[in-house]
């Protein structure tokens, strides 16, 4: 149940992010969510897109440095503290969050990717707490 994300990095230039996010528009892959986190040389761009295989093809074949990384993403109610009850079953069960960020969101539910240190253990920790992981494929179609 594991969702493939593509991290691409990028030099810290204008035109970078508008060159990978048309190679994926011309190629009708789309971005269901993104993060862009910088330094003063390059930036890493995580992404949920709904083809990674070939997402990840065609940005190399340009000439970008891209990989495929297997993340989380689990549903919660938009209710106050359920970021905090994530945390705290995966503290609980030994589990670093290395980065998270924002998949979608709604009145209702919201939806967060998660790059963990044990990713089946976590994967477990969540079952077992009855929070609910979203199915990659939905993700993907988002």
Known sequence: MYMKQLTVFLENREGRLE???????KNDINIACLALADTSE?????MVVSEPDKAKSLLKEAGFSARLTDVLAVRLA??????????????AAGINVEYMYTLSSSK?????????????KATEAVKNAGLELVDPEAAYAL
């Open 19 to 25: 060159s990978v996010t048309e190679i994926l528009s």
């Open 42 to 46: 390059y930036g890493v761009l995580r």
């Open 78 to 91: 938009q209710v106050p503290g359920t970021v905090g009850q994530l945390a705290k079953v995966l503290a």
């Open 108 to 120: 209702e539910f919201g939806s967060m990717i998660l790059k963990v240190s044990d990713i089946e």
